[in-house]
């Protein structure tokens, strides 16, 4: 089952998974050779298109080589922001480095389903755009059908990386 949540400024996608929440968490921050999605899904291979015909940098930082994604890494157009477990799960925070007129985070949380061990996990995804100026808040408006769709995509190709 997942679960969608929508405001002005963020969109969410939650599902439980029958998986161990260390076992979603090696493929959410996964680093290290092979395909990862936060580099190759669809929408972020657009995205990076965009942001070069826009005279922006792209997609240009190659994935780490570590197992896991560290706070500080970058890879595709994301900049770690955080990555690591806390008592309540892991926890994922990308920002992105592209042309936009304010700042794009995508959060993920992973966590065992229920807050119990052994019942799957939950994954939670959110991206969220926060404005700089008017123009910030004009593409707000503008984006937010593309945000959902993107939201679902992404979410989408994590759960199929899982499978």
């Known amino acids: 089952m997942v679960t969608t949540g929508i405001s002005l400024h963020s969109s969410r996608r939650v599902s439980t998974l029958?998986?161990?929440?260390?076992?979603?968490?090696?493929?959410?921050?996964?680093?290290?050779?092979?395909?990862h999605w936060y580099v190759d899904a669809a929408p972020f291979v657009l995205r990076g298109a965009i942001d070069r015909a826009v005279l922006g940098a792209g997609r240009r930082?190659?994935?780490?080589?570590?197992?896991?994604?560290?706070a500080g890494d970058r890879a595709g157009f994301w900049e770690v922001r955080a990555a690591g477990t806390r008592p309540a799960g892991h926890r994922l925070v990308l920002?992105?480095?592209?042309r936009a007129p304010g700042r794009v985070t995508l959060t993920l949380l992973v966590s065992a389903a229920g807050g119990r061990t052994g019942g799957g996990s939950e994954l939670?995804?959110?991206i969220r755009f926060d404005p700089e100026g008017v123009l910030g808040t004009a593409y707000?408006?503008?984006?937010?059908?593309?945000?959902?769709?993107?939201t679902d995509l992404v979410h989408r190709r994590i759960r199929a990386d899982l499978s």
């Open 124 to 126: 939670d995804l959110t």
């Open 61 to 70: 930082w190659p994935v780490p080589d570590g197992p896991l994604l560290a």
């Open 18 to 35: 029958p998986l161990a929440p260390d076992e979603v968490w090696a493929v959410v921050a996964g680093a290290g050779p092979g395909r």
């Open 140 to 150: 707000l408006l503008a984006d937010l059908p593309a945000r959902e769709v993107l």
């Open 95 to 98: 920002e992105a480095a592209v």
